[in-house]
């Protein structure tokens, strides 16, 4: 993707269902746990760049002895700096006391981070707050285990003003007014409630207090807890805890936005945001790995059982499709094969666009996530000319030439990599003309390839949200190869509306589609649908989520795609340029036939899983309208 997003976020448990005896002797360490859970937050890097964290629970340890531990960085290099942290702990333990630090039983008793289960995380920080206290995991903290709570997921929630709204009746007083904070203190506030609950049904049965703690701990209700916390959550969540006392837990969205994947054997479970890490981190096959369903959690209990239960009402899935697009490993084999046939789909349309002149035509991508949906474009490119190159053959009626022959046969897409994509290079420079020629030079281009005037070079990339980068580096820099004509394609649809469940789109202006309509309207006279739209959503702004409607759709109505995809290449066009631009989109039609089973298409369609998608539609046009650039959420 030329524009940067950034997504929240990636989740990582580790839970080890033997003694640390037992890695000790068939894996030749007690840090086998430690291990994995850094293979797979390094292998979910591109989740996550600017926080991460990690945590681990010492189950049945002493009373007196520290059972949780954690360390979370928000540097340039967080993931190395949190496991530096971990394995650095350890150095210092095994240099003091190097006879016994390979003692799996002291080792628990001493060694920090030597537990059974494992929570890591990986953040960007939609909001722009970087600050340490942002970064997951979240710790709740008491002297009872099980009331304690460590807490990670990838999530955003829409309505986290209701939700604020309900734990100040219930009495408490929020640290902050986040969706993080507001996530710890619902879970928390019903792993309290529980706590007492059992505390008063064992006190009733005749039990001391010091003999109920081990029962609260065997009997806890996580689906309980779970279900009564989330009941009013309104927005995308794959959520990841460990209780004190060694229960821990996945749940996920309703609607299957956010993803989770588990493994598990008689050594181990592992959770995941994506597939392809556990198939890594553990060597197992992708056939092994489960999905976790819409609305339902894994519960790892205490004693090492493992169940999916209901937490939620499942919905309509709604995977998001972006994940699919961009975000995900493209190593996971049924994404690769989506983007493959993401880039398939529009060779109608590139065709067209270079007027079937495939002869003298450059086909090329958008380094690096492009990639897959290159391979699938240049499939349905090859299809189409050996197609072609059958009806010639089969025009000639067997009056055919060596020469003839060899001229149809011969023809062949010419595929080069043509933009590369060059280091990361340093805005310090103070003055914004400054700072935009080195934004000009983001990407190289490989010059002598292109006949000047003579060939199209056609581009592909996974989408175009802002196209900035398009306009002030990509398009200068492809321009400078001399083509006839440039055609850049996008995998995905127009990206319209925004989201709000945890990638960072959330202003309408920011949208290239939104800005072309927009200019559409006042170039036709039809400004006054602006003012009727932003009226709609002002009469709304007061009303319960659940009522509100997405009117912001009606300023697209009057134009066809195509029109919105020309006025785009139009804004996008930089001064000065001697190519032909046009700029082709995906439709949503030929992504859902791509990628059927994760159809969560708000972005490009506005239509949102959620009632607080529409609230946050509502309040993102508004904030336009108003010249507001706070966040829609």
């Not at 004509?485 to 509306?497: C, F, G, L």
Request: hydrophobic share 35%; charged share 30%; net charge negative.
């Amino acid at each position: 993707m030329s524009d940067q997003l950034k997504h929240e976020c990636g989740i990582a448990l580790v839970r080890l269902r033997k003694p640390l005896e037992y890695y000790q002797e068939k894996y030749g360490t007690w840090q086998y746990g430690i291990q994995k859970l850094c293979l797979l937050m390094e292998k979910q890097h591109n989740r996550g760049q600017e926080g991460a964290g990690a945590a681990s629970i010492k189950i049945d340890q002493k009373p007196g002895t520290k059972y949780i531990n954690r360390h979370r960085s928000n540097g340039s290099q967080p993931i190395k700096d949190v496991f530096d942290s971990i394995y650095g702990d350890l150095a210092t333990v095994r240099s003091t006391n190097p006879e016994k630090f390979e003692d799996a039983k002291w080792a628990k008793e001493n060694v920090p981070f030597a537990g059974e289960v494992y929570l890591g995380h990986l953040r960007y920080g939609t909001f722009g707050r970087n600050s340490i206290d942002f970064v997951h995991p979240v710790k709740r903290e008491n002297n009872w285990r099980s009331r304690n709570l460590v807490l990670a997921g990838n999530f955003n929630l829409t309505n986290v003003d209701e939700l604020f709204n309900l734990l100040v009746s219930l009495g408490q007083s929020p640290s902050d007014y986040t969706d993080t904070v507001t996530i710890l203190e619902k879970v928390g506030h019903y792993l309290d409630e529980e706590n007492q609950l059992k505390f008063r049904q064992y006190k009733n049965e005749g039990h001391t207090s010091q003999a109920i703690s081990p029962l609260i701990e065997d009997n806890l209700d996580v689906q309980k807890v779970l279900a009564s916390a989330s009941r009013d959550w309104d927005g995308g969540y794959a959520i990841a805890g460990m209780f004190g006392h060694g229960d821990s837990f996945v749940m996920r969205d309703p609607w299957g936005i956010r993803p989770a994947y588990y493994y598990q054997d008689d050594e181990i479970v592992v959770v995941a945001s994506e597939r392809p890490v556990i198939q890594t981190a553990l060597n197992v096959r992708a056939c092994d790995i489960k999905e976790i369903d819409p609305g339902k959690g894994v519960i790892i209990r205490k004693n090492g059982d493992v169940s999916e239960v209901p937490i939620r009402v499942p919905e309509k899935r709604r995977s998001c499709s972006f994940e699919r697009i961009y975000f995900s490993r493209g190593s996971d084999k049924d994404i690769y094969l989506e983007r493959k046939k993401l880039g398939e789909l529009l060779t109608p349309a590139i065709l067209e666009s270079i007027d079937n002149d495939i002869k003298n035509s450059v086909f090329s991508f958008i380094p690096n996530t492009a990639e897959t949906a290159f391979y699938g474009m240049m499939e349905g490119v090859r299809n189409h000319l050996m197609e072609d190159k059958k009806r010639k053959i089969h025009d000639l009626n067997g009056e055919w030439t060596e020469e003839k022959l060899q001229e149809i046969i011969s023809v062949e897409p010419r595929v080069e990599k043509i933009a590369v994509k060059d280091v990361k290079l340093r805005t310090f420079i103070s003055g914004d003309e400054g700072r935009d020629d080195l934004v000009g030079h983001v990407y190289d281009v490989t010059y002598g390839i292109v006949r000047n005037g003579v060939d199209n070079l056609v581009i592909i990339d996974d989408s175009i949200v802002r196209g900035t980068t398009l306009k002030k580096s990509i398009l200068r820099i492809l321009d400078r190869l001399h083509p006839k004509k440039i055609v850049v394609v996008s995998s995905a649809p127009q990206i319209r509306y925004p989201d709000c469940y945890g990638i960072d789109m959330t202003r309408m202006g920011d949208f290239c589609a939104f800005n072309a309509a927009i200019a559409l309207l006042k170039e036709r006279n039809m400004e006054y649908i602006i003012d009727e739209v932003y009226q709609k959503c002002k009469a709304q702004e007061n009303l319960p989520k659940e009522e509100v409607m997405n009117y912001v759709t009606e300023i697209y109505k009057p134009f066809t795609a195509e029109e919105i995809s020309d006025k785009i290449s139009e804004q996008l066009t930089p001064d000065n340029m001697e190519a032909e631009v046009k700029i082709v989109f995906q439709t949503v039609e030929n992504l859902h036939s791509a990628c059927p089973e994760n159809n969560g298409d708000w972005y490009f369609t506005g239509d949102y899983p959620t009632p607080g998608g529409n609230k946050v539609v509502n309040t993102s046009y508004i904030n336009y309208v108003e010249g507001n650039t706070k966040r829609a959420y």
